[in-house]
Nanobody, 123 residues
Framework: QVQLVESGGGLVQVGGSLRLACVAS??????LGWFRQAPGKEREFVVA????????VYADSVKGRFTISRNFAEPTVSLQMDSLKPEDTAVYYC??????????????????WGQGTQVTVSS
């Protein structure tokens, strides 16, 4: 059984940085992604990384500011978030799928989810 545990959320000022981490246990060769959900809004795709870390895809809203990386030894997927904006405020969820990377932006593609971690950007 795949288990995902996120950490690293918190409160940061506009323009600041945070680094989220997700420990993915119980499965290998999974596509891993990050989604977020702001109050009153639907959960949305942020970024995903392929099984071998050879490919990644970002939402337009975070391109150039967020960077996903993967450590196979631990195994952990990290999300470095820079130049944070108030609109980045949300609960961030780590997710995993055994499905193809070609559908990594689709929320319905993911079978496994973490509990979420709150990110708050204050202005």
């Amino acid at each position: 059984q795949v288990q995902l545990v996120e950490s690293g959320g918190g409160l940061v000022q506009v323009g600041g940085s945070l680094r989220l981490a997700c420990v993915a246990s119980g499965g290998k060769l999974l596509t891993l992604g990050w989604f977020r959900q702001a109050p009153g809004k639907e959960r949305e795709f942020v970024v995903a990384i392929s099984r071998t870390a050879s490919s990644s895809v970002y939402a337009d809203s975070v391109k150039g500011r967020f960077t996903i990386s993967r450590n196979f030894a631990e195994p952990t997927v990290s999300l470095q978030m820079d130049s944070l904006k108030p609109e980045d405020t949300a609960v961030y969820y780590c997710a995993a799928t055994r499905g193809p990377f070609t559908t990594a932006q689709s929320i319905g593609n993911y079978e496994y989810w973490g509990q979420g971690t709150q990110v708050t950007v204050s202005s």
